[in-house]
Nanobody
């Protein structure tokens, strides 16, 4: 059973930055693709970014140029650096294996962008 623990969310003003972390309890972490997802109130969960086992990254158009996904395979940890945050980035952010279809989710971490 994979355990996912997200952290680092909070309240930030527009234009601010946050760094999210995700600790994953899974052997062979380095060999799997991982993603960050988010769910805003009243909306479906969406993929924000993913990173392959080899380090290749891909981003949703809405965050391209502002967010950076990275991984530390020595710590079984996934990161999401979020800069130039906008109110529309407000959501609960989750990490999971990519693709995540059919997988269980952690509790996520709330990000609120507001002045």
């Amino acid at each position: 059973q994979v355990q996912l623990v997200e952290s680092g969310g909070g309240l930030v003003q527009p234009g601010g930055s946050l760094r999210l972390s995700c600790a994953i309890s899974k052997s062979s972490f380095s060999s799997i693709a991982m993603g960050w997802y988010r769910q805003a109130p009243g909306k479906q969960r969406e993929l924000v970014a993913f990173v392959s086992s080899g380090g290749s990254t891909n981003y949703a158009d809405s965050v391209k140029g502002r967010f950076t996904i990275s991984r530390d395979n020595t710590k079984n940890t996934l990161y999401l650096q979020m800069n130039s945050l906008k109110p529309e980035d407000t959501a609960v952010y989750y990490c999971n294996i990519y693709p995540a279809a059919g997988r269980r989710w952690g509790q996520g971490t709330q990000v609120t962008v507001s002045s």
